[in-house]
């Protein structure tokens, strides 16, 4: 896939790293809108990846509820790249 970077195997480590469950992580497709290399896009990844894995630690911990902690760490990944200028799907 030339520009297009599947990372949902960040998202399954963060999910079982972060004791959200052997639930299936959903499947990002993420492309660089402004021409970001591909340095920058795995910089950029790993450091989303983090932001969203602590995003939905704090959410799960407010709700005492993990049935939406994939949608939460999907949804802060997604904000996350899509505020650096990626294309997510």
Known sequence: M?????????????LLAGGVGAQTPPKLFVSP???????QQSKDTTECAQ????????????HAAPA???ADLAGAFSACMEGRGYSVK
């Open 33 to 39: 809108s402004k021409g970001q290399s591909k340095e």
């Open 51 to 62: 932001r969203a894995k602590e995003q939905a630690a704090s959410s799960q911990a407010q």
């Open 2 to 14: 030339t520009g297009r970077t599947v990372v949902a195997s960040a998202l399954a480590i963060l």
């Open 68 to 70: 939406g902690a994939q």
